[in-house]
């Protein structure tokens, strides 16, 4: 099967077409045809070799969630059939880019793995897993009474689309800060101010919580108050905000429950998500160049039978 492997640290250009015999599902894994494959900032980082986690050495195949059709299933696996459409993910860092969703087909744990409900359309079914678990599971770690206060970062992103999306229907007050030129996307979900990637944090009213989607670090710390909460999407920010304030990093967990109730939150428009660019699989270089020059209205996706 064709994937794409990064084969030395580097830009873009170090992605580059491959051949990797076709994976035999194991115990507890199914053997999904890939439709669709989502560009993360994670796949960039990996392939530039600047994680904040200890780099996964080449040659490795990137990405992590995904939107097919099942092919076979390994044993055990009973809820799971050909040609059964599912939405899912690997968790990559476990998987030390032995596997990643820059493929043809992919053998996937169960636990990763949901059914993909009738109308909703493989693309954007696969902007969904990474994004909407880390903004759920995020939202969980901060732990706010309702009608809190939170402002989080790359509001127009995945990641944070989808934080300021669930934090408001749990009834907070979300502030968003997004990029320059797409501040209607966040007002469109509903955070009741929009702030330009480069306002001065200082001056706004001191927030109760931080959901550091991109993140900024201690610029965004500098706007919660003496005793908040700060979550954020990478380690590799050390510094210490003080002032009391609890600051914690975090790496998703498999929740195949909570994953399919996202997914049908979408199916159903009670969550909304967005597609920026669709490629074949043999331009995710290019994918990595539009990620990379930012700007983007959505998500872009790799389709290995396009």
């Avoid at 904040?52 to 390994?74: I, N, S, T």
């Avoid at 306002?199 to 927030?207: F, Q």
């Avoid at 108050?225 to 590799?236: A, F, K, L, N, P």
Wanted: a neutral charge.
């Amino acid at each position: 099967m064709r994937v794409i492997e990064v084969r030395g640290f580097g830009g873009p250009e170090v992605l580059q077409v491959a051949q990797r015999p076709d994976p035999r599902p194991r115990a507890g894994e199914a053997l999904v045809r890939i439709a669709a494959a989502n560009i993360n900032p994670t796949d960039l980082s990996a392939r530039s070799g600047r994680f904040a986690r200890e780099p996964v050495e080449p040659p490795f195949v990137p990405g992590w969630d995904f939107a097919g059709e099942v092919l076979a299933v390994g044993a055990r696996v009973t809820e799971l059939a050909p040609g059964d459409r599912v939405v899912g993910m690997l968790h990559w860092y476990d998987l030390k880019g032995a596997a990643g969703a820059y493929a043809e087909r992919i053998a996937a744990p169960l636990e990763w793995l949901v059914p993909l409900p009738d109308g909703l359309d493989e693309v954007t079914a696969a902007t969904i897993p990474l994004n909407a678990l880390t903004a759920d599971q995020g939202l969980e770690l901060l732990a706010l009474e309702s009608a809190s206060t939170i402002l989080v970062t790359g509001a127009s992103g995945g990641v944070g689309s989808f934080a300021v999306q669930l934090a408001v229907r749990a009834g907070h007050r979300v502030i968003a800060l997004a990029g320059r030129g797409d501040e209607a996307w966040p007002a469109a979900l509903r955070a009741v101010e929009v702030l330009p990637r480069d306002a001065d944090l200082s001056k706004i009213d001191a927030v109760d919580a931080l959901f550091d989607a991109v993140p900024i670090g201690e610029r965004a710390a500098g706007a919660v108050r003496d005793g908040g909460r700060i979550v954020t999407v990478r380690g590799s920010d050390t510094f210490e905000p003080g002032r009391g304030i609890s600051k914690q990093a975090f790496l998703i967990h498999p929740d195949r429950r909570r994953l399919r109730e996202l997914v049908e939150d979408i199916a159903a428009r009670r969550l909304r998500t967005r597609v920026s660019h669709t490629l074949p699989l043999e331009q995710a270089s290019g994918g990595h160049h539009l990620v990379e020059q930012g700007g983007l209205r959505g998500k872009v996706l790799l389709l290995p039978w396009l």
